[in-house]
């Protein structure tokens, strides 16, 4: 029963649409910040806020499906937040299990593909083991590909690309006149993924922490001081609904 409480939930819940259902951005990021600042106006330990963060992702999943975005990139951990307590760290690394646990028959319904950016390999088994199944599980899916940033950091991306490269020089695998900005991409995590065209940030926080530094060189950003335990389809909506009034023009008139 507890697996069929959100089918139910979703059906009831799904009347939001947006005014212009075209000009919706493919990729759409999200650094979801605010998480312990929530937990500590209600005198809840932090782990509380990431707690109640999952809701919130699940929230943005069934909107992102709904507004018909093709790419979700969520922030969940970056490798600086190998910094926090060890007990954080602890309950942050379980999330991903406990939420495929109960919303991967949802997103299997929902035809989303999950994937990942970062350095998988040092997460701990019990997550990967998690994200692994579900990566092979949805493989074959081809509605929204939820993209999660487990372990990332953009600095590290861009040095291990280059690292990367110079290996493939050495080998004769690439020549130094081949390298562009396309091939350059090929060589992040990003690999074959449109950059993103809105980055949404939650908390009041206005910088990037690392987080695709190449791939939103023309990104548009849209900030809010909600946090994110409290981000909704409503405020997703609001946030689609700003892009589309920018007007992009990559340098250009
Ligand atoms: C930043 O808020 C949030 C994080 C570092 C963790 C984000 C993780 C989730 C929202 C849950 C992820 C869920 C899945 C399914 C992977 P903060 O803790 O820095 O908040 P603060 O700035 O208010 O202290």
């Known amino acids: 029963m507890s697996i069929r409480l959100p089918f139910i939930k979703k059906k009831q819940k799904e009347t939001i649409q947006l005014m212009d ?21 209600r005198s809840l330990p932090r782990i509380a806020g ?4 999952v809701d919130a992702v699940v929230k943005a999943v069934r909107a992102a499906h ?11 951990f970056s490798t600086e937040n ?9 309950f942050l690394m379980k999330l991903p299990k406990e939420f495929l646990h109960i919303h991967l028959p949802e997103l299997m319904e929902r035809n989303v593909r999950i994937q990942t ?12 083991e998690a994200v692994q199944y579900a990566i092979d599980k949805t493989k074959n899916n081809d509605g929204l590909l939820l993209n999660f940033a487990l372990n990332y950091g953009s600095r590290y991306e ?14 004769a695998k690439l020549t130094l006149d081949a390298i562009d ?24 926080e206005q910088r990037l922490s690392n987080f695709l530094l190449w791939q939103m060189a023309y990104t548009e950003f849209w900030f809010t ?27 250009g008139i």
Do not use: C
Not at 21 to 37: E, L, T, Y
Not at 67 to 75: A, G, R, S
Not at 158 to 171: F, L, P, Y
């Open 82 to 90: 190998w910094k926090r307590p060890q007990k954080e760290i602890e």
């Open 21 to 41: 259902s075209k000009n919706v951005p493919n990729h759409i990021a999200i650094i979801m910040d605010g998480n312990g600042r929530w937990a500590k106006k």
């Open 225 to 251: 001081d909600v946090l994110w335990p409290d981000f909704d389809e409503a405020v997703f909506k609001q946030a689609i609904e700003e892009y589309q009034q920018r007007q992009r023009r990559y340098g």
């Open 66 to 76: 709904q507004f018909n975005v093709k790419i979700l990139t969520l922030y969940a």
């Open 50 to 53: 990431h707690k109640e963060g």
């Open 158 to 171: 861009i040095v291990q690309a280059m690292k990367h490269i110079v290996s493939d020089i050495n080998e």
């Open 181 to 204: 900005e396309t091939v350059f991409s090929k060589y992040l995590y990003t690999n074959g993924l449109h950059d993103p065209d809105l980055l949404i940030r939650t908390s009041g």
């Open 117 to 128: 950016i970062g350095e998988f390999n040092a997460l701990p088994a019990h997550t990967k």
